[in-house]
């Protein structure tokens, strides 16, 4: 009885346990459902070792085999997800989103693209004048 007293102490702390998980292909996702009825569902491209994976090795996912559900394991790839960091917004190692961040703060609108276009016809970025005070 106390382990199991612990156990839920420790969700409490951790967070939500994933109760189902599927692949959505017809929009390329992952959908997990929480015991606290909540359902994310985060694009494949998007998590650490699940891009580029064929249908049929996404559509085989397991729940943490302890009963807790913090864990979901895709066994043909060899990828194990922590659920309670998909809440946070955590798809991968720290190097991982580093460069989920870095390609996604390089993300040009057409509207960007055309004015940085514009810019380099004119001599490109003009630059910051300082107010006479500041000159040393």
Known sequence: ME????G????????PCAVAARYRRSIAKIEVDFDNG????????????????????LKVIEI??????WGLRFPKLNVDLYA?????????????????????????SDAEAASS???GKKGGRQRKVRPEHEHA
Not at 3 to 6: G, P, R, T
Not at 96 to 101: D, H
Request: hydrophobic fraction near 45%; charged fraction near 20%.
């Open 38 to 57: 909540v359902t994310l569902a985060v694009p494949v491209a998007l998590i650490q070792g699940l891009g580029g994976a064929s249908d049929v090795d």
């Open 117 to 119: 276009r514009e810019n």
């Open 8 to 15: 839920r102490k420790a969700g409490e702390v951790i967070g």
């Open 3 to 6: 382990s199991i007293a612990a």
């Open 84 to 108: 309670p960091a998909l809440f946070e917004g955590i798809y991968g190692s720290k190097v991982w989103m580093k460069q989920l961040a870095s390609r996604a703060g390089s993300v040009k």
């Open 64 to 69: 943490s085999p302890t009963g807790w559900g």
